[in-house]
């Protein structure tokens, strides 16, 4: 079984900025593409920004400029750097990791989600 667990949301002012972690753990044998993902509510789950293995990043134009994905691939852990925070990103977000477990199968795997709000 493969577990993803996020940490790092808060309650921040308007301009400010948070770091989202999210560690997998379990019977991984590789991750392919990590992402974050943000559900406002009422709204639906959409993507703000990936990173496959290989380093390859893709954002959503509203953060882009603001935060930053990175990963740590040797620690299974992928990383949300959120600079210059706006009321509208106001949500939970969540990991995803694309994982190849150790007995060869492969499939997408969610953290329980970490809350972030930004205060005007």
């Known amino acids: 079984q493969v577990q993803l667990v996020e940490s790092g949301g808060d309650l921040v002012q308007a301009g400010g900025s948070l770091r989202l972690s999210c560690v997998a753990s379990?019977?991984?044998?590789?991750?392919?593409?990590m992402g974050w993902y943000s559900q406002a509510p009422g709204k639906q789950r959409e993507l703000v920004a990936t990173?496959?293995?290989?380093?390859?990043?893709n954002y959503v134009d509203s953060v882009k400029g603001r935060f930053t994905i990175s990963r740590d691939n040797a620690k299974n852990t992928v990383y949300l750097q959120m600079n210059s925070l706006k009321p509208e990103d106001t949500a939970v977000y969540f990991c995803?990791?694309?994982?190849?477990?150790?007995?060869?199968?492969?499939?997408?795997?969610w953290g329980q989600g970490t809350q972030v709000t930004v205060s005007s």
């Open positions: 995803k990791g694309n994982v190849r477990t150790t007995n060869w199968m492969r499939g997408d795997y």
């Open positions: 379990g019977s991984i044998l590789s991750i392919l593409d």
């Open positions: 990173m496959s293995s290989s380093g390859s990043t």
